[in-house]
Every structure is written in structure tokens, then in C-alpha cells.
């Protein structure tokens, strides 16, 4: 299981801040799958996805009981 930290613009279109997946993830690239199927309204290709507070890669693995932050772009003027 995988605890995840939405933010931003995919906490509102989620409708929540946190999600937990049951299902086993092998890597980031598998859990962004995971999550286009599961949530397609999101703009996944402009969201960061954070394991264990370090910005991570596709090939990048995850462990039952990481902690997955998904971070949306940022403006500001």
C-alpha cells in the first residue's frame, strides 16, 4: 500500500487530499498509469510526482508504505 499527497489542482479534481492504493506499484511510471486510467480528467503529463520527498523518474521504484506526492505546476507573477 502507497499513501499519496494530492495537491493543488489534482487535490481539487480528486476531491481528495490523500489516496491510498492497495494495489502494488512497481515503479512511478506504473502508478502514473494507475492513476490515468483511474482519474483521465487530470492532466497527468504536467504533474510531478514526488516519492519519499524527492522528485522522482518513470523508472524511479516504489516500496510498499512510500509516500508519493503529486505535485501540479506552479504559477506566479
Do not use: C, H, T
Not at 502494488?24 to 483511474?38: A, T
Not at 522528485?55 to 509516500?67: P, V
Amino acid at each position: 500500500m502507497v499513501l499519496i499527497k494530492a495537491f493543488g489542482q489534482v487535490k481539487e479534481v480528486v476531491g481528495l487530499a490523500e489516496l491510498r492504493v492497495e494495489e502494488e506499484m512497481r515503479n512511478v511510471e506504473s502508478l502514473r498509469n494507475y492513476l490515468i486510467e483511474k482519474y483521465p480528467s487530470v492532466r497527468w503529463s504536467s504533474v510531478a510526482i514526488a516519492v519519499n520527498k524527492q522528485y522522482a523518474k518513470d523508472q524511479d521504484s516504489i516500496q510498499s508504505g512510500d509516500e508519493i506526492a503529486l505535485i501540479p505546476p506552479v504559477s506566479g507573477g
